[in-house]
Protein backbone atom coordinates (compact mmCIF):
# COMPACT_ATOMS: atom_id res chain seq x y z
CA UNK A 1 0.00 0.00 0.00
CA UNK A 2 1.36 3.27 -0.98
CA UNK A 3 2.87 5.67 1.85
CA UNK A 4 1.57 8.68 -0.09
CA UNK A 5 -2.56 7.28 0.06
CA UNK A 6 -3.59 10.72 -1.90
CA UNK A 7 -1.25 10.09 -4.66
CA UNK A 8 -3.10 7.94 -7.85
CA UNK A 9 -1.88 5.53 -9.82
CA UNK A 10 0.22 6.39 -12.74
CA UNK A 11 2.40 4.96 -15.78
CA UNK A 12 6.45 5.18 -15.68
CA UNK A 13 7.91 5.60 -18.82
CA UNK A 14 11.30 4.48 -18.46
CA UNK A 15 13.03 1.45 -18.54
CA UNK A 16 15.49 2.55 -15.44
CA UNK A 17 15.64 0.46 -12.42
CA UNK A 18 16.65 3.27 -10.45
CA UNK A 19 13.62 5.02 -10.88
CA UNK A 20 11.40 2.15 -10.55
CA UNK A 21 13.40 1.85 -7.22
CA UNK A 22 13.02 4.99 -6.12
CA UNK A 23 9.44 5.00 -6.66
CA UNK A 24 9.04 1.79 -4.52
CA UNK A 25 11.06 3.66 -2.05
CA UNK A 26 8.03 6.20 -1.21
CA UNK A 27 5.25 3.52 -1.92
CA UNK A 28 4.17 4.95 -5.33
CA UNK A 29 1.87 3.06 -7.06
CA UNK A 30 2.53 2.56 -10.99
CA UNK A 31 2.90 0.15 -14.12
CA UNK A 32 5.83 0.40 -16.21
CA UNK A 33 5.71 1.59 -19.45
CA UNK A 34 8.44 0.19 -21.28
CA UNK A 35 9.79 1.94 -24.55
CA UNK A 36 12.15 -0.01 -27.11
CA UNK A 37 15.93 0.13 -26.22
CA UNK A 38 19.21 0.14 -28.15
CA UNK A 39 19.94 0.10 -30.95
CA UNK A 40 16.27 -0.22 -31.81
CA UNK A 41 15.06 3.29 -29.93
CA UNK A 42 12.28 4.57 -30.90
CA UNK A 43 12.24 8.23 -33.28
CA UNK A 44 10.05 9.79 -31.31
CA UNK A 45 12.24 9.66 -28.01
CA UNK A 46 15.48 9.79 -29.59
CA UNK A 47 17.79 11.13 -27.46
CA UNK A 48 20.18 13.22 -29.17
CA UNK A 49 21.41 17.33 -28.26
CA UNK A 50 20.89 19.94 -30.67
CA UNK A 51 23.37 21.64 -32.09
CA UNK A 52 24.66 24.40 -29.22
CA UNK A 53 21.92 23.62 -27.23
CA UNK A 54 21.82 24.71 -23.15
CA UNK A 55 21.56 21.62 -20.72
CA UNK A 56 18.15 22.81 -19.54
CA UNK A 57 16.79 22.97 -22.64
CA UNK A 58 17.81 19.34 -23.77
CA UNK A 59 17.19 17.52 -20.81
CA UNK A 60 13.46 19.29 -20.24
CA UNK A 61 12.68 18.70 -24.10
CA UNK A 62 13.61 15.00 -24.03
CA UNK A 63 11.49 14.44 -20.58
CA UNK A 64 8.63 15.84 -23.07
CA UNK A 65 9.58 14.06 -25.54
CA UNK A 66 9.30 10.54 -23.54
CA UNK A 67 5.96 11.78 -21.76
CA UNK A 68 4.04 12.29 -24.99
CA UNK A 69 5.58 9.03 -26.55
CA UNK A 70 4.19 7.67 -23.17
CA UNK A 71 0.36 9.31 -24.29
CA UNK A 72 0.60 8.18 -27.50
CA UNK A 73 1.76 4.46 -26.43
CA UNK A 74 -1.73 4.05 -24.38
CA UNK A 75 -3.47 5.05 -27.15
CA UNK A 76 -1.98 2.81 -29.69
CA UNK A 77 -1.99 -0.41 -27.03
CA UNK A 78 -5.08 0.41 -26.13
CA UNK A 79 -3.91 0.54 -22.22
CA UNK A 80 -5.49 2.10 -19.43
CA UNK A 81 -5.87 5.59 -19.48
CA UNK A 82 -3.76 7.24 -16.32
CA UNK A 83 -1.21 9.84 -15.84
CA UNK A 84 2.40 9.62 -17.28
CA UNK A 85 5.72 10.08 -15.33
CA UNK A 86 8.78 10.44 -17.55
CA UNK A 87 12.36 11.98 -16.56
CA UNK A 88 15.27 12.48 -18.28
CA UNK A 89 19.12 12.82 -16.60
CA UNK A 90 22.47 14.57 -17.97
CA UNK A 91 25.29 16.06 -17.08
CA UNK A 92 26.41 19.38 -17.66
CA UNK A 93 30.50 20.21 -17.76
CA UNK A 94 31.09 23.45 -18.28
CA UNK A 95 28.05 23.70 -20.42
CA UNK A 96 29.09 20.66 -22.70
CA UNK A 97 26.04 18.23 -22.13
CA UNK A 98 27.75 14.58 -21.11
CA UNK A 99 25.09 11.41 -21.77
CA UNK A 100 25.76 7.91 -21.81
CA UNK A 101 29.10 6.34 -22.43
CA UNK A 102 29.02 4.29 -26.27
CA UNK A 103 31.71 1.92 -25.01
CA UNK A 104 34.50 1.37 -22.47
CA UNK A 105 36.75 4.07 -24.07
CA UNK A 106 33.97 6.68 -24.17
CA UNK A 107 33.39 5.72 -20.07
CA UNK A 108 36.98 6.21 -19.35
CA UNK A 109 37.23 8.79 -21.42
CA UNK A 110 34.67 10.47 -19.28
CA UNK A 111 35.39 9.45 -15.97
CA UNK A 112 38.89 11.22 -16.56
CA UNK A 113 37.24 14.51 -17.74
CA UNK A 114 35.13 14.58 -14.41
CA UNK A 115 38.10 13.48 -12.33
CA UNK A 116 38.95 16.30 -9.79
CA UNK A 117 36.24 18.68 -10.79
CA UNK A 118 32.43 19.71 -9.85
CA UNK A 119 30.08 18.74 -12.60
CA UNK A 120 25.99 19.36 -12.56
CA UNK A 121 22.90 16.84 -12.75
CA UNK A 122 19.93 18.10 -14.46
CA UNK A 123 16.76 15.81 -14.37
CA UNK A 124 13.71 16.79 -15.81
CA UNK A 125 10.34 15.51 -14.67
CA UNK A 126 7.15 15.27 -16.69
CA UNK A 127 3.71 14.36 -15.27
CA UNK A 128 1.00 14.39 -17.71
CA UNK A 129 -2.88 13.30 -18.13
CA UNK A 130 -5.34 13.83 -20.75
CA UNK A 131 -5.39 17.77 -19.27
CA UNK A 132 -2.38 18.88 -17.31
CA UNK A 133 1.15 18.57 -18.53
CA UNK A 134 3.27 19.31 -15.20
CA UNK A 135 7.11 20.10 -15.25
CA UNK A 136 9.81 20.52 -13.20
CA UNK A 137 14.00 20.49 -13.13
CA UNK A 138 16.01 19.60 -10.28
CA UNK A 139 19.71 20.96 -10.43
CA UNK A 140 22.53 19.40 -8.42
CA UNK A 141 25.79 19.66 -8.07
CA UNK A 142 28.64 17.14 -7.46
CA UNK A 143 32.50 17.82 -7.10
CA UNK A 144 34.71 14.41 -7.61
CA UNK A 145 38.03 13.28 -5.99
CA UNK A 146 40.68 12.54 -8.50
CA UNK A 147 40.17 9.31 -9.61
CA UNK A 148 43.27 6.90 -9.76
CA UNK A 149 43.69 5.51 -13.81
CA UNK A 150 43.22 2.25 -12.09
CA UNK A 151 40.67 2.71 -10.34
CA UNK A 152 38.40 4.12 -13.30
CA UNK A 153 39.96 0.87 -15.70
CA UNK A 154 38.06 -1.27 -12.15
CA UNK A 155 35.08 0.84 -12.78
CA UNK A 156 34.52 0.65 -16.42
CA UNK A 157 35.14 -3.46 -15.97
CA UNK A 158 32.13 -3.66 -13.48
CA UNK A 159 29.94 -2.73 -16.09
CA UNK A 160 28.27 -0.05 -14.36
CA UNK A 161 28.90 2.80 -15.99
CA UNK A 162 26.75 2.37 -18.89
CA UNK A 163 23.03 3.12 -19.23
CA UNK A 164 23.93 5.90 -17.07
CA UNK A 165 24.55 9.19 -17.46
CA UNK A 166 28.27 11.08 -16.73
CA UNK A 167 29.55 7.27 -16.69
CA UNK A 168 28.44 6.72 -13.45
CA UNK A 169 26.01 5.95 -10.81
CA UNK A 170 25.95 7.78 -7.36
CA UNK A 171 24.34 5.14 -5.61
CA UNK A 172 26.57 2.18 -7.04
CA UNK A 173 30.53 1.57 -6.96
CA UNK A 174 31.00 5.22 -8.04
CA UNK A 175 29.93 6.70 -4.61
CA UNK A 176 33.72 5.98 -3.62
CA UNK A 177 34.36 8.77 -6.05
CA UNK A 178 32.06 11.56 -4.60
CA UNK A 179 33.86 14.16 -2.08
CA UNK A 180 30.54 16.06 -2.38
CA UNK A 181 26.79 16.90 -3.27
CA UNK A 182 25.11 20.29 -3.22
CA UNK A 183 21.26 19.25 -4.18
CA UNK A 184 18.95 16.37 -4.39
CA UNK A 185 20.47 12.68 -3.86
CA UNK A 186 17.65 11.05 -5.83
CA UNK A 187 17.78 13.72 -8.50
CA UNK A 188 21.06 12.72 -8.91
CA UNK A 189 20.14 9.15 -8.84
CA UNK A 190 17.35 10.19 -12.04
CA UNK A 191 14.39 11.07 -10.14
CA UNK A 192 13.90 13.60 -8.20
CA UNK A 193 11.36 12.68 -5.46
CA UNK A 194 10.81 16.20 -3.84
CA UNK A 195 9.74 17.35 -6.89
CA UNK A 196 7.88 14.50 -8.39
CA UNK A 197 5.45 14.06 -5.41
CA UNK A 198 4.98 17.88 -5.61
CA UNK A 199 3.76 17.33 -9.31
CA UNK A 200 1.59 14.01 -7.99
CA UNK A 201 0.08 15.92 -5.14
CA UNK A 202 -0.95 19.31 -7.88
CA UNK A 203 -2.01 16.25 -10.23
CA UNK A 204 -4.36 14.74 -7.45
CA UNK A 205 -5.73 17.97 -6.60
CA UNK A 206 -6.36 18.67 -10.00
CA UNK A 207 -8.48 15.23 -10.48
CA UNK A 208 -10.22 15.42 -7.17
CA UNK A 209 -11.32 19.20 -8.82
CA UNK A 210 -13.07 17.40 -11.80
CA UNK A 211 -14.85 14.89 -10.06
CA UNK A 212 -16.33 17.74 -7.91
CA UNK A 213 -17.14 19.78 -10.81
CA UNK A 214 -18.49 16.77 -12.77
CA UNK A 215 -20.78 16.03 -9.41
CA UNK A 216 -21.86 19.34 -9.39
CA UNK A 217 -22.92 19.19 -13.42
CA UNK A 218 -24.60 15.85 -13.42
CA UNK A 219 -26.56 17.03 -9.77
Known sequence: MSSLPSLPRIYLASTSPRRRDLLHQIGIEFDTLFFRSPPRDDEDVAEDAHPNEPPEDYVMRVAIAKAEGAQRRIVWRKLRRQAVLAADTTLD???EIIGKPEDAEDAARILRRLSGREHRVLTAVVLADDKLFLQRL?????????????EIA???????????????GIQGRAAAFIAEIK?????????PLYETV?????????????????????G
Open 198 to 218: ELLHELAASQAGNSYAALRTA
Open 183 to 191: GSYSGIMGL
Open 138 to 150: SISTVRMREIRED
Open 93 to 95: LDG
Open 154 to 168: HYVDSGEPFGKAGAY
